[in-house]
């Protein structure tokens, strides 16, 4: 699912691009809230850590001029009590810029999560709630006419946002899948689609900000030594583009490293790698860094290059 957006612009300023428009993430179940905000940091299942920060940094397309560039600096906290009904609050501030084209927004996060025991199973319904900036350098744009007023200025618009999801987990209690988690979730993390006019007297042109419909969908299985396996799913769908769906098997030692690949139905290859630091130093908290590379694998079509992904996240248990 490609974002063209600032691929149609030099082309036609009168097109509409609809395509994947939102930033994409290799390792995504350490970006969750800003994808499903009623899901829970994947931390609390495996440490029980219910407070959690972390910042992402994600280059698409190396060695392609103006390729897609996100930064992302997230955090919530899980209230984790028994009872009918807990809080999950939480936000973050998000930058992406693809070419002549970008937009930063900064988003609040509020969920409710039902459960008896949150150790156990809960449901939750989620609500993002923002304001972004939406920009255009026409300095960046190739017009068609060479001298054209509205290549010499910068556009900017702010508007607000929502998004809207739900989630459910539950662990399992049976044989050799005791203990284990599943998980799963649906999220439309643009609710407001809107159409963004940027120009001036002299010329305008446009462009169409489209819903997008996330599932997700997980399973932890822990092994006898404390290591496990995660299964992971993430399907993404916007109008007028193929249904993308990402497959992911990571592996997590009992001690301070993991590792994982996947593939997704555009054949793109995944691979990540991390390191923990925490508990297996007597800390009550837990420090992750993580890389992912995607690499295309696709016989058709020009070559996109790789893309090179960097996380950092600090959980604890309050």
């Not at 489209?210 to 993430?234: A, P, R, T």
């Amino acid at each position: 699912m490609n974002r063209l957006l600032y691929i149609l612009l030099p082309m036609l300023l009168s097109q509409i691009a609809e395509a994947q428009q939102l930033p994409l993430f290799t390792q995504y179940r350490s970006n969750q809230g800003a994808i499903n905000p009623a899901s829970i940091n994947g931390d609390y299942f495996i440490n029980e850590n219910n407070l959690s920060v972390g910042a992402s940094y994600r280059r698409q397309w190396t060695g392609i001029d103006a390729a897609p560039v996100t930064q992302l600096i997230s955090g919530e906290y899980f209230q984790a009590q028994k009872g009918g009904f807990n809080f999950l609050t939480g936000g973050y501030l998000i930058n992406d810029n693809i070419g002549p084209t970008g937009f930063t927004g900064i988003y609040g996060r509020f969920a409710g999560v039902i459960t008896g025991d949150p150790e156990y199973a809960g449901i939750s319904v989620g609500l993002n709630l923002g304001l972004v900036q939406y920009k255009v350098d026409g300095r960046e744009i190739q017009l068609r006419d060479q001298g054209d007023v509205i290549g010499s200025q910068s556009y900017s618009q702010w508007y607000p946002d929502a998004g809207l999801g739900v989630f459910a987990y539950t662990a399992l209690d049976f044989g050799s899948f005791d203990n284990d988690y599943i998980y799963g979730g649906i999220s439309v993390p643009q609710v407001i689609g809107l159409d963004l006019n940027f120009g001036s007297d002299e010329g305008e042109f446009q462009t169409k900000r489209v819903q997008h419909i996330y599932l997700q969908g997980g399973w932890y299985h822990f092994l006898s030594d404390d290591s496990f396996l995660e299964f992971s799913s993430w399907v993404k769908y916007a109008p007028n583009a193929p249904i993308n769906l990402d497959f992911n098997l990571r592996y997590q030692m009992a001690g301070n490293f993991w590792g994982g690949l996947g593939i997704s139905s555009a054949r793109n290859v995944h691979l990540e790698a991390g390191f923990i630091l925490g508990g297996n130093l007597g800390f009550s908290n837990t420090v992750k860094v993580g890389y992912g590379f995607d690499y295309s694998v696709s016989d058709f079509g020009p070559s996109v290059g790789s893309t090179h992904e960097l996380n950092l996240g600090v959980s604890l248990n309050r």
